[in-house]
């Protein structure tokens, strides 16, 4: 909502009441109201005691969807080290812990406090018109972060900004291609254990559309195992765990995220296996966080995509130009690499800032 609208909706608030008061009360307290309006509207207006104009904060209801990832941590870190009152802002978060039941309950929340914006990182895809359509209503601006929403009608939302995570899944089987035809093994059945993130996430789907399109591509990749992993390393390690009891052939274990790798890593070494560069098993990983990227260095994984989770400086530069009355794009993807092992250093790790 522009500077300009958050005054008008202000006014109309002080305005309705005024006019409650004027209803129910005698003349005696509308005269009071009288002499005491003067004061009340100053501070509305954010006047400080000495008189000086204090700007007014920014209030921005963030709905994140939970707390399983490394990625996520960092997500989170990134809003509220942008969102913060020295930059004129007041951040109102709530943790949905996975449930897209609590994300919309916030949302409901946010709209009753008033909210200026709300930023939704959200857990699913679907299932968003009803709780959208109550934001828009209300005429408060919803951007969505991270993960997608489909949505028929897409001015429920003003602007998205996250990554392509169909063309990051496209990015893994170009790289598996080029790797196993490296390894001359282009035509040698490759069995593939696929450890799905959360289901209905646009980062599952894309990341898993992407795998599709490969495994169509080439008959001699089978799927041996496609199982949802949530994400976690704990999830992750569970399912490679039972998956090895039965069968240890696998050739690639593709993770659609660091946290899942992971837990593919501990029961792969449990089971007496080794993974990564000079190892029994490709491993594959999306997210390219600190400790996914260290263990890419170290040669455990092969191949992490990059999914960068600093959006806090990308929303409140959609914010800040909807603030100034301005139109944000609709749409902005972030641009991603791949790393493997040999491109990686210390250094470059620790510049990522995640
Ligand atoms: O890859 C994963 C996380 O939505 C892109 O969610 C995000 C994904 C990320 O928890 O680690």
């Known amino acids: 909502m522009t500077g300009e609208k958050r005054k008008q909706r202000n006014q109309k608030q002080r305005h309705k009441g005024k006019m409650h008061l004027v209803k129910n009360c005698a003349l005696s307290i509308f005269l009071i109201l009288l002499v005491l309006l003067p004061a009340c509207s100053a501070q509305k207006t954010g006047m400080t005691d000495t008189g000086e104009e204090a700007k007014e904060l920014v209030v921005i209801g963030f709905s994140q969807l939970g707390n399983e990832s490394d990625w996520r941590i960092a997500n989170t870190e990134s809003m509220v080290n942008t969102f913060t009152e ?25 709209i009753l406090r008033e909210v200026d914006y709300i930023v939704l990182a959200p857990v699913v895809i679907s299932g968003w018109e009803e709780v959208l359509s109550e934001a828009r209503d209300a005429g408060v601006p919803v951007i969505v972060m991270d993960r997608r929403v489909e949505t028929e009608d897409d001015s429920l939302y003003t602007a998205w900004v996250g990554s392509d995570m169909k063309a990051e899944g496209e990015r893994a089987v170009r790289w598996l291609e080029e790797c196993l035809k490296e390894q001359g093994r282009e035509n040698e059945e490759i069995s593939i254990v696929h450890i799905q993130g959360s289901l209905n996430s646009s980062a599952q789907l894309g990341r898993t559309a992407g795998l599709d399109e490969g495994l169509a591509a080439h008959d001699n990749w089978k799927l041996a195992a496609r199982e949802c992993g949530e994400f976690t390393q704990a999830k992750a390690y569970e399912i490679m765990r039972d998956i090895l009891k039965v069968s240890k052939d696998v050739d690639v274990v593709y993770c659609e995220n660091d946290n899942e790798a992971f837990g593919v890593m501990d029961a792969l070494e449990e089971a007496g296996l080794t993974c990564g560069k000079d190892g029994d098993v490709i491993l594959i990983s999306f997210d390219a966080t600190e ?64």
């Open 291 to 354: 400790l996914g990227l260290t263990a890419c260095m170290d040669g455990l994984i092969n191949l992490n995509v990059e999914c960068n989770p600093l959006h806090g400086p990308r929303v409140e530069k959609i914010i800040s130009t909807l603030e100034a009355g301005g139109t944000p794009p609709k749409e902005s993807y972030v641009e991603e690499t791949v790393f493997e092992p040999e491109m990686l250093t210390e250094e470059l790790i620790q510049k990522r800032g995640y």
């Open 86 to 110: 020295e930059a004129g802002y007041e951040l109102l978060m709530d943790d949905a812990r996975q449930s897209q039941e609590k994300q919309i309950a916030a949302i409901r929340n946010f």
